[in-house]
């Protein structure tokens, strides 16, 4: 599987953004995908996460104005980010994992860079 995440940019705080996540081959449907991000100095944090059954997860930090999606038709998974708060800048990394191991990814995408100025 092939990942190619895109849509950062820089943006306000209490702006929104959309990332997307298209992924390559036929077996995108079995994944569970998720969306990580990491911040300058900081480790790589799991951010959401959608599995093969549409339950999706999120950390705390985010919960509540942050959504996943996916699109099995099109090969994408999605995170709408609304309310955008500087601590949100990071480089995103979509993933793809087996059996909702998120700590434990088969795939990565290359990261799309977030900046929200405060």
């Known amino acids: 599987v092939q990942l190619q995440a895109s849509g950062g940019g820089l943006v306000q705080a209490g702006d929104s953004l959309r990332l997307s996540c298209a992924a390559s081959?036929?077996?995108?449907?079995?994944?569970?995908m998720g969306w990580f991000r990491q911040a300058p100095g900081k480790d790589r944090e799991f951010v959401a996460g959608?599995?093969?059954?549409?339950?999706?997860y999120y950390a705390d930090s985010v919960k509540g104005r942050f959504t996943i999606s996916r699109d099995n038709a099109k090969n994408t998974v999605y995170l709408e980010m609304n309310s955008l708060k500087p601590e949100d800048t990071a480089v995103y990394y979509c993933?793809?994992?087996?059996?909702?191991?998120?700590?434990?990814?088969?795939?990565w995408g290359q990261g799309t860079q977030v900046t929200v100025s405060s």
């Open positions: 081959g036929r077996t995108f449907n079995s994944y569970d």
């Open positions: 993933a793809a994992v087996r059996s909702s191991r998120w700590s434990t990814p088969d795939y």
């Open positions: 959608i599995n093969s059954g549409y339950y999706t």
